[in-house]
């Protein structure tokens, strides 16, 4: 079975700056990750997402993530945060091919916080 | 808008009764997940549904039971209400409902039983 760390709970930064969101996976397969975000009063949206190819991934909002197999990691980027980035981050990893499982591990979250 | 959409917004009810928390999929995804976040437990997984058909079962409690309709809707009845049942309720809706595919959240149902 998967399951997924969330190294930091809140993460607080000032606007402009960058950030890393850090998240680190176990899985005995291969696997499929995916960055989701949480604004205020709202469900989860995709930001991003690894399936295969590329280690590299970009997503929406200007934010990316790299696939590090070796590290277990997937760690989500921005090189500059804004005010509207506030929100609540999800890692999710779910078992690739040769898994059996359709479902998604989601990590605890992690508040990202943007003072102006 | 994720096109998913959740009945009601809000509900308020006492321990002990019943609920049924609605969900409508985005138009064409053919499968449905029910997950329960709180503050304590983050985002658990319940239930997937895919064209009608139970497809896999997370940490959902025996009190806890849904289905997915011919119209793809699904709803989510939960009986015996506890004081811990209180949390957001998420539908999420998928194409295939594949591990690869992602997953369409909707705006989420807030219980809180008193």
């Known amino acids: 079975a998967q399951s997924v760390t969330q190294l930091d709970s809140q993460v607080p930064v000032f606007e402009e700056a960058p950030v890393e969101l850090r998240c680190n996976y176990s899985s005995s397969v291969s696997v499929y990750l995916f960055w989701y975000v949480q604004y205020p009063n709202q469900g989860l949206q995709l930001l991003l997402k690894y399936l295969s190819g590329s280690t590299l991934v970009k997503g929406i909002n200007g934010f990316e993530a790299e696939f590090n197999k070796s590290q277990t990691s997937f760690h989500l980027r921005k090189p500059s945060v804004h005010i509207s980035d506030t929100a609540e981050y999800f890692c999710?990893?779910?078992?690739?091919?040769?898994?059996?499982?359709?479902?998604?591990?989601f990590g605890r979250g992690t508040s990202l916080i943007v003072h102006p | 808008d994720s096109g998913v959409t959740q009945t009601p917004k809000h509900l308020i009810t006492a321990t002990g009764q019943r609920v049924t928390l609605r969900c409508s999929p985005r138009?064409?995804?053919?499968?449905v997940y029910w997950y329960q976040q709180s503050l304590d437990q983050g985002l658990q997984f319940l239930i997937q549904y895919y064209n009608g058909e139970e497809r896999a079962k997370g940490n959902i409690l025996e009190r806890f039971s849904a289905q997915q309709f011919p119209d793809l809707h699904s709803e989510l009845n939960l009986s015996s209400l506890e004081l811990g049942d209180s949390a957001l309720y998420f539908c999420?809706?998928?194409?295939?409902?594949?591990?690869?595919?992602?997953?369409?959240f909707g705006p989420g149902t807030r219980l809180t039983v008193l």
């Open positions: 999420a809706s998928s194409v295939e409902g594949l591990a690869h595919n992602e997953q369409f």
């Open positions: 138009s064409g995804d053919l499968s």
């Open positions: 999710a990893v779910s078992e690739g091919p040769s898994g059996g499982s359709y479902i998604p591990t």
